[in-house]
């Protein structure tokens, strides 16, 4: 089992930065592939970037594709979201998740999920 506990949103400028971290716990960490979810106000849930269990692959929605940055460090169980360019589309509440397999595109496929940490981008 994985718990997982984002943190470093906040409010910024457009065309900002933040950087997301996702701390977990548990010894089975590198086992798990990683992904960020967002849920802009009044909308669904949506695939934001994952990466594999050794951070070698690593996947984007095309929305932040060359702005945003997923890493990994399994000796330190934490993932992190680096979001450059930030816009005003970006605002939403930024999920960290753990997945055991599958399309990870898909949050069906992730199985643990932090409580979020909001993002705000100001035009």
């Known amino acids: 089992q994985v718990q997982l506990v984002e943190s470093g949103g906040g409010l910024v400028q457009a065309g900002g930065s933040l950087r997301l971290s996702c701390a977990a716990s548990?010894?089975?960490?590198?086992?798990?592939?990683m992904g960020w979810f967002r849920q802009p106000p009044g909308k669904e849930r949506e695939f934001v970037a994952a990466?594999?269990?050794?951070?070698?692959?690593?996947f984007y929605a095309d929305s932040v594709k060359g702005r945003f940055t997923i890493a990994r460090d399994n000796g330190k169980n934490m993932v992190w979201l680096q979001m450059n360019s930030l816009k005003p589309e970006d605002t939403a509440n930024y999920y960290c998740?753990?997945?055991?397999?599958?399309?990870?595109?898909?949050?069906?496929?992730?199985?643990?999920w932090g409580q979020g940490t909001q993002v705000t981008v100001s035009s």
């Open positions: 998740a753990a997945s055991q397999g599958g399309n990870l595109y898909s949050d069906y496929y992730y199985h643990y």
């Open positions: 548990g010894r089975t960490f590198s086992s798990y592939a």
């Open positions: 990466l594999s269990l050794s951070g070698s692959v690593t």
